[in-house]
């Protein structure tokens, strides 16, 4: 069973058009929920770090926040630079802290 | 400040053989982890090295180890490659006080076995 479900899988936005992707964990004793970009080819790169449901961090067009069982990363007014994979993970409080990560939402925004 | 650096970019491997991958992380970075993405199974953790010593294991076969060296670098080793461990194998390095939290990755090494 997934532990991190990220959705949707895919999204197309026309430049300018905000939304939001998800990620929901199963998880309990979350320590922190981590979220990444990731360009075709390259490794991921690391946007925002969560600890506590409530807590928001922004960066740019992107806006990230925690529930107590999901995180949504907002794009406003998305540009096509944005076109990437968003991938979050999440890390358990205690023990071995190995992040477990979701498949991704690949997101293409269209001039 | 220099980025994660892994070398090579590209392998090419036969099954059976074994493969060594390194991965130089951000100075004064003292965790390396790797991973292990394919499009299947997306991104998963392998191990992850704090100051030489192997801290966390991910749930893969014995065929794949690594070290880690004195001054943070690291190796990954494959052994007896199977078709199966074509991917992209990624390094991620960070402060490490929690684990391998807000890695910075490398651009990765694709590893294809013929």
């Known amino acids: 069973e997934d532990q991190v479900t990220q959705s949707p899988e895919a999204l197309r936005l026309q430049e300018g058009e905000s939304s939001s992707l998800n990620c929901s964990y199963t998880?309990?004793?979350?320590?922190?929920l981590f979220w990444y970009r990731q360009d075709p080819g390259k490794g991921p790169e690391f946007l925002f770090t969560?600890?506590?449901a409530g807590e928001e961090k922004e960066k740019e067009r992107l806006k990230a926040t925690l529930t107590k069982k999901e995180s949504f990363l907002h794009i406003t007014a998305p540009k096509p630079e944005d076109s990437a994979t968003y991938l979050c993970?999440?890390?358990?409080?205690?023990?071995?802290?190995?992040?477990?990560f979701g498949r991704g939402t690949s997101l293409i925004v269209h001039p | 400040k220099a980025g994660v650096t892994q070398t090579p970019r590209y392998l090419i491997k036969t099954r059976g053989q074994q493969v060594t991958l390194s991965c130089s992380p951000i100075?004064?970075?003292?965790?390396v982890s790797w991973y292990q993405q394919t499009p299947g199974q997306g991104l998963q953790f392998l191990f992850e090295?704090?100051?030489?010593?192997?801290?966390n294991k991910g749930n893969f076969p014995g065929r794949f180890s690594g070290r880690q060296f004195s001054n943070s670098r690291s190796e990954m080793n494959v052994s007896t490659l199977e078709l199966g461990d074509s991917a992209l194998y990624l390094c991620?390095?960070?402060?490490?006080?929690?684990?391998?939290?807000?890695?910075?990755f490398g651009q990765g090494t694709r590893l294809t076995v013929v």
């Open positions: 100075s004064g970075h003292r965790s």
């Open positions: 090295y704090f100051s030489e010593t192997q801290r």
């Open positions: 991620a390095s960070s402060l490490g006080s929690y684990g391998p939290t807000e890695a910075f």
């Open positions: 993970a999440v890390q358990l409080s205690g023990g071995s802290y190995i992040p477990t």
């Open positions: 998880v309990s004793g979350l320590r922190g």
């Open positions: 969560l600890y506590s």
